[in-house]
């Protein structure tokens, strides 16, 4: 009975030992998770430089504006580098009131300025109107 007791008493320990090791475990991982978090929110919180507004630099958007059928297609080349192309539906490119209304600004409007950034036409034809908004640093 002697050999019975010491093999119970074994498993105890065993099972304490098991026990013991799944809590040191499942603290470990809680400990983990609590610094993944921690560094996230680390990281998080730091700043970043932005191309949008009160950007600390210069930066430019040329708009051309064409007619394409019975509505008016806009190209924007930012200074970036970047184009795009859409189609403006209900614009017609023949209604110049409009396409200069378009901007807010029209070129009868000298000094005229879009979210404080200066707003300049550069070509206004029968097939094209462009024009060049340039915000400087800070705007």
């Known amino acids: 009975m002697i050999v019975y007791e010491r093999s119970e008493n074994l498993n105890q320990m065993q099972g304490l030992q098991v ?3 799944m ?26 430089l932005s191309g949008g507004p009160n950007s600390a630099t210069a930066h430019w958007t040329e708009y051309v504006l064409t007619k394409n059928g019975n509505h008016t297609q806009l190209q924007a080349s930012y200074s970036d580098g970047q184009v795009s192309t859409e189609q403006i539906l209900w ?28 707003f300049t036409v550069l070509n206004d034809t029968a097939t094209e109107y462009r024009v060049k908004v340039y915000c400087a640093p800070g705007a």
């Open 23 to 48: 809590r040191n475990k499942h603290i470990a991982i809680f400990v983990i998770a609590l610094v993944a978090v921690a560094i996230l929110a680390w990281y998080e919180s730091l700043s970043r």
């Open 91 to 118: 614009l017609n490119f023949d209604n110049r009131t409009a396409v200069y209304n378009y901007f807010g600004c029209t070129p009868s409007m000298p000094g005229c300025t879009l979210d404080g950034c200066a």
């Open 19 to 21: 026990g013991e090791a």
